[in-house]
């Protein structure tokens, strides 16, 4: 067996981003103040050592046909074991992973990933897409339940070209193991770019986007990895699907829809051609500051619906923009900002600045001027300008992952749940959240905990409202304790969320943690019926990601993962 294929940097096995970077004097101190401010004094003790967790030998003995892409080295299962979610870190810092995958498999070509499903079909196992292991619902576990073999957990980080580019119809075909800043770093010479931006932007990858219908960059128009492909490309064990390459068709039900969002139950998605931009020169932000949320909202329901298409439509909430350094605590802030590869933006920041002032938004004029002045300067490595405000909220946005490495330790739950709702029935939500959510916080440990809200995206019909909350998980560093509380306040989180109308999930996808009081209750039972049938014949042994979406009865599988 090989000791190790892993060709990339190497990663903090327990917690968010890699092994060699972590946070900054100033981000330690804030974080240490944000832990101060919910009463949690406890000092986290030494991070997790590989050594520390007791890993059972692979259940079976891999073929010699596949030892150049199998490995079992304790770093490679632990790093497949769990996601990124707050359950998974948690988990990290008891040294608890009873399942962790068997092997860890790295294909190099689909011929690999056909031997793979050849041997689990004949050995019993089940296999597991793995991207770049960014989930924050357990879509990557290896708990499968049922009487599977073993586990493989299935890396395609070597399946990660970009194949073709075709500048005539602004395309390009892309291996599915792609991380976002290798195909952005390979279309860049051709002035072009995918342009989708999730917050795992630089550890995730394309056919984990595709896989889980991830949100990007865009606040509008341009809000899913949907709206970006142009045909799949999925190796099942039943065989090879690919979707005819189209700008748009109506022949019948889309296989591309079936891909999309199929969360690694039906196959692989090994390649997908997706449609590029001309990379912007033009650029235009703007802070708007309204008086409350209610006026606030209003401005950006007549933004959306404007169709001015905005790149940034972001609403803070009080607590959130106060939260991130950008607000006073009473103020709701509106981070707006657009970008064009054509055209210059005046006119339409003015017309969205116009529809604010309507709401009672305002905002520092000259800074816009010097926004649309600087139309053309440099940007980070998620295509983004830091300025002002926006540019502080964007730079908390991107290192909150990495804050949880210090606060979950230190006995803080940090964690988030997003939603999407109509604009009529958006207050109801919000104020049904703070009030549910706010009152589970309290009963479940003992004290006010802060809440707080922000569209992440925006429709001409509705939202996407996205929270996060801060509680004491334990003031002694009582991780079981800890993973107790917030089981209870995910669970009040799904059946909030889910009673007022909301989707259990906007871009974080369903996995096994959002499926209780989620996913079951917001599909319709004949659909899952009718996926569970397609499933069935691109799967017929049932060894794809089993948990995940829909149950195997045919191999006793049932939901996994730590709300199940």
Known sequence: MIATLAQRKELCFWGWGYADEGLTPEEASHVAQLAQGLGVQHKPGSAPRLEEFALAAPRLAAPEALAAVLSSTPYDRITHGYGKSFADLVRMQMRDMPNPPDWVAFPRHEDDISALMDFAASSGAALIPFGGGTSVCGGVEPDVGGDYGAVISVDLQYMNRVVEVDKVSRAALIEGGALGPELEAALKPDGLTLRHYPQSFQFSTLGGWIATRAGGHFASNYTHIDDFVESVRMLSPSGLMESRRLPGSGAGPS??????????????????????????????????????????????????????????????????????????????????????????????????????????????????????????????????????????????????????????????????????????????????????????????????????????????????????????????????????????????????????????????AVGRDHRPHGYDVQAPALFREAFAGARSVLDPAGMMNPGVLIDTPARGATVGGVLG
């Not at 053309?376 to 991107?398: K, S, T, V, Y």
């Not at 334990?474 to 304790?481: R, V, Y």
């Open 255 to 508: 296989p591309d829809r079936m891909m999309i969002g199929s969360e690694g139950t039906l196959g692989f998605i090994t390649r997908a051609w997706m449609r590029l931009q001309d990379r912007p020169l033009f650029r235009a932000s703007a802070s708007v500051r309204f008086p409350g949320m209610r006026e606030a909202c209003a401005a950006v329901r007549a933004i959306s619906q404007a169709a001015l298409f905005p790149s940034n439509c972001r609403l803070l909430d009080p607590a959130e923009a106060m939260v991130n350094g950008v607000g006073d605590g009473v103020c709701a802030l509106l981070v707006l900002a657009f970008e064009s590869a054509d055209h210059p933006l005046q006119h339409w920041m003015a017309r969205a600045l116009e529809l604010a002032a309507d709401h009672g938004g305002n905002w520092d004029q000259a800074a816009v001027d010097r926004s649309l002045a600087g139309s053309g300067g440099a940007e980070d490595e998620a295509g983004e300008h830091r300025q002002g405000d926006a540019g502080q909220w964007r730079n908390q946005f991107l290192r909150a992952p990495y804050y949880r490495n210090y606060l979950t330790p230190a006995g803080v739950i940090v964690d988030t749940f997003e939603t999407a709702i109509t604009w009529d029935r958006f207050e109801q939500l919000y104020n049904g959240i703070r009030e549910r959510v706010g009152a589970a916080l309290r009963e479940i440990t003992g004290v006010d905990c802060m809440l707080s809200c922000r569209f992440t995206h925006v429709y001409p019909d509705g939202p996407a409202p996205y929270f996060t909350f801060y509680a004491i998980g334990s003031k002694e560093g009582d991780m079981a304790s800890m993973l107790s509380r917030w089981r209870e306040i995910k669970l009040a989180a799904n059946e909030a969320v889910t009673s007022v109308g909301g989707t259990i999930t906007h871009h974080h």
